[in-house]
C-alpha cells in the first residue's frame, strides 16, 4: 500500500510524457507552427504547387513587340453568331462587348504614328449602301492604318472601286473574296507592297467549319509605326 502513492507519481509522469511527445509530432515541433496536422486537412490537390502563369503581353500576345511596333490581335466573326474583335495596344477597338460591331466589313482607322483610334465603323456588306463604304476609305490621308474584320458576309455589295481601294491598302486577297468568306486585314494608305498582314479563308461546303461559313480567323502581330502621317 505504501507504493502506491509513488507508482501513481510515475504513471502521471509517463502520461504526461506520452502526451507531450504525441503533441510534438502532431505540432511538427517547436517554432513549426501546424505543418503535420495541416497535412492531414489538405487534399493532394490542393498540396500541390501551382503551375506557373504564362505570361502574356498587350493583347495576348505571347512575346512583347519592339520598340516603335504596335501590338494588333484581330479575330474575324464566326459564322452569323460571334462578331469580331480588333485590339490595338491593349485597347478593344471593336468587339460585340463594345456594341460597334454588325454584318458585313468591321473597319478600324489608326493613326499609324501615335497608334491613336480615328474611326471604327460596321458596314452591311449584304444589304447595305457600298457607297457609305467608299466614302469612308476614300479620303483617307497618308500613314493611316486600317484594321478589317469580316463578320458573316463581307463582300456581295463589294464592286470594283471597292476591291481596288483595298488592294491599294496593300491587300492581295480582296480580289477573290466572295460571299461568306472570312477574312483579316491590316494595311495602310500609301504602302508600296502588299500587306504581311492578311488571311482568307473561302466559303466551301467541302471545308466549312460551320454550317455555311468557313472558320474564324485569327491574326496578330507587330506593326512598325509610321514615321510621319499627313
Not at 27 to 49: A, K
Not at 89 to 118: C, F, Q, T
Amino acid at each position: 500500500m505504501r507504493l502506491a502513492g509513488p507508482l501513481r507519481i510515475v504513471a502521471l509522469v509517463v502520461t504526461v510524457g506520452l502526451t507531450w511527445i504525441v503533441v510534438s509530432i502532431l505540432l511538427g515541433g517547436p517554432g513549426s507552427g501546424f505543418p503535420r496536422i495541416q497535412q492531414l486537412f489538405t487534399s493532394p490537390e490542393t498540396s500541390v504547387t501551382a503551375e506557373p502563369r504564362v505570361r502574356k503581353y498587350k493583347c495576348g500576345l505571347p512575346q512583347p513587340c519592339p520598340e516603335e511596333h504596335l501590338a494588333f490581335r484581330m479575330v474575324s466573326g464566326a459564322a452569323n453568331v460571334i462578331g469580331p474583335k480588333i485590339c490595338l495596344e491593349d485597347k478593344m477597338l471593336m468587339s460585340s462587348v463594345k456594341d460597334n460591331v454588325g454584318r458585313g466589313l468591321n473597319i478600324a482607322l489608326v493613326n499609324g504614328v501615335s497608334g491613336e483610334l480615328i474611326e471604327a465603323r460596321a458596314f452591311d456588306m449584304w444589304a447595305g449602301d457600298v457607297n457609305d463604304l467608299l466614302k469612308f476609305i476614300r479620303p483617307l490621308h497618308e500613314g493611316t492604318l486600317v484594321f478589317v474584320a469580316s463578320y458573316d458576309d463581307p463582300a456581295t455589295k463589294m464592286n470594283e472601286e471597292t476591291r481596288k481601294l483595298f488592294s491599294d491598302l496593300g491587300s492581295k486577297n480582296v480580289k477573290d473574296l466572295a460571299f461568306r468568306d472570312s477574312w483579316v486585314f491590316v494595311g495602310a494608305k500609301g504602302v508600296q507592297n502588299k500587306s504581311p498582314f492578311e488571311q482568307h479563308v473561302k466559303n466551301s461546303k467541302h471545308t466549312n467549319k460551320y454550317e455555311g461559313w468557313p472558320e474564324a480567323l485569327e491574326m496578330e502581330g507587330c506593326i512598325p509605326r509610321r514615321t510621319t502621317a499627313s
